[in-house]
């Protein structure tokens, strides 16, 4: 999986109070956020069977609920262009990320330009 690298994000989808998978990246790091609003300590993402993630570098992350299950998963694109969906497995509240697969269109990786 991969280490963002990146100095820009969000906090993703609106998701009830509290609810544990509000990330903001910045640098190398991911800042999951605190039902007071505040951010907890960095720390690597890593998918669920705890290796770190790697999409290359100028990474910025998203939160969404890209599958409609209920689970915000993360879509991620770097500054190549390139654009990775780790879908959020977990069963609980704590998440459990797949592996980083390019997203397609039409059979094709998505690759963004600018």
């Known amino acids: 999986m991969y280490r963002l690298h990146s100095t820009v994000g969000g906090p993703g989808r609106r998701r009830p109070h509290g609810h544990p998978l ?26 669920r069977h ?20 209920g689970r915000l998963d993360l879509l991620v694109g ?7 969906l780790l879908p959020n497995e977990s069963k609980d509240r704590k998440p459990a ?7 397609e269109a039409a059979g094709q990786p998505i690759k963004v330009n600018g």
């Open 22 to 47: 509000r990330l903001l990246a910045r640098r190398d790091l991911l800042f999951r956020r605190n039902a007071d609003g505040t951010f907890a300590a960095g720390q690597q993402l890593k998918d």
């Open 97 to 103: 990320l797949r592996h980083a697969a390019p997203l």
């Open 50 to 69: 705890g290796k770190v993630i790697n999409v290359g570098s100028g990474s910025a992350a998203f939160a969404v609920d890209w599958d409609g299950d």
């Open 78 to 84: 770097n500054v190549l262009g390139e654009v990775y």
